[in-house]
């Protein structure tokens, strides 16, 4: 068997997404480990492609199009996305012949919405590996191009493993693949997103609570200001929320109407995409993961290295993750009132709200990156 491989990762988007990240993170910690990495973009020059250069990793760039088109986002974009699928038997020949002097072991498609993986694998004689990061139609509003059941059986008996990042989301995919293909391993997060808090560090006269991610419908910012409307009129005022993201089909102007609704300019503050998110972490006390359904959850996990307190909607793999009472809290999904509750609980005890903080830290230091590529690299030595 190879001790060295070469690999070739397909990735999905250009943005500095939580799945883009992760594959960042495997890239480099399998180069690291002797591995020749390639990835495959679809866009040549864009945030994922520069930071993949700064590393010095390969990137292949060719337009091709998802196995899963937006239906949030208009008529015209789905329409679009539909086309250009049916043009990606181009794309791939256009791959192959960037490809044609290297020699591939591994081709890991990094997102359920790709499947161009399959064509490629067959051609070049590798093995293929899907993994899948998102719910899709639940999540992020993406629908399956065709026949969802045709597609995935035809994802599921072209790769030789399917990865899934969470327990819930094998759930909500397990009657349309072959089971005893199937892996849970949960994502990793780069041991630099460490940092324990100490008593002192942690506000006192106000608390700040945070949610980070995409402005889009689905995750949640909308419950997050009428959890806040709901304390302020009940006269608890001692807190201040950020909300930090990309702002995505001019979502942000909906927030706004409603925080202008409820009069909480002084307590809501909308602030766009900052890389440098560790740093705001430092300075807030609880994170909001209000998403109606998340697939794992890297921000809940980095909030958690950061020392942060998190409270999350009680669905997807938000409930593998958080204990109720004993590393974070768990409020009913969409309720605003719910979600109020437990921000209240925060606010109301302090000691009670560091100690979760702490177990939360704790609990987060096995999800590290450098064991997600151990597992990972496992299943790659496995299938050759």
Known sequence: MKKNLTILYITHEGKLGGATKCLIDLCKLMK??????????????????????????????????????????????????????KFNWISTKIILRKLRNVDIDIIHQNSSVLDIGIQLAKEKNAKLISHFREFGEEDQGLKYIGN?????????????????VSKDLYESYKDYIDKDKVLIIYDGI?????????????????????????????????????????L??????????????????????????LI???????????????????????????????????????????????????????????????????????FKPGDANSLAEKMKEAIANQEKRIELSQNGYEYSKKFTDQQ?????????????
């Open 372 to 384: 997600n590529a151990n597992e990972i690299e496992k299943v790659y030595k496995k299938v050759i």
């Open 148 to 164: 969802k059941e045709k597609n995935l059986a035809k994802i599921s008996n072209n790769s030789e493993k399917l990865i899934f």
């Open 232 to 257: 302020v009129k009940e006269n608890i005022t001692n807190l201040k929320l950020l909300i930090i993201g990309r702002d995505i089909t001019n979502y942000q102007t909906k927030l706004n109407k």
């Open 32 to 85: 690291e480990k002797g591995h020749t990495v390639y990835v495959l973009s679809p866009f040549k020059n864009s945030e994922a492609t520069k930071e993949l250069k700064k590393e010095n990793i390969k990137v292949i760039s060719c337009l091709y199009s998802w196995c899963k088109y937006p239906t949030r986002e208009g008529k015209i974009k789905a329409f679009l996305f539909k086309l250009l699928y």
């Open 260 to 330: 202008e609704k409820f009069h909480l300019e002084n307590y809501i503050e909308i602030r766009g995409f900052t890389k440098d998110i560790k740093k705001v972490r430092e300075e807030y006390d609880v994170e909001l993961v209000c998403s109606q359904r998340e697939a794992f959850g890297r921000v809940t996990i980095e909030a958690m290295m950061c020392s942060n307190l998190v409270i999350a909607s009680a669905s997807g793999a938000s409930k593998e993750l958080i204990q109720n009472g004993k590393n974070g809290y768990l």
């Open 190 to 230: 780069p041991k630099t997103f460490l940092h324990k808090k100490e008593k002192q560090q942690y506000n006192k006269e106000k608390v700040k609570f945070l949610i980070s991610g995409a402005l889009q419908e689905g995750k949640g910012q909308d419950i997050a200001i009428k959890a806040v409307a709901k």
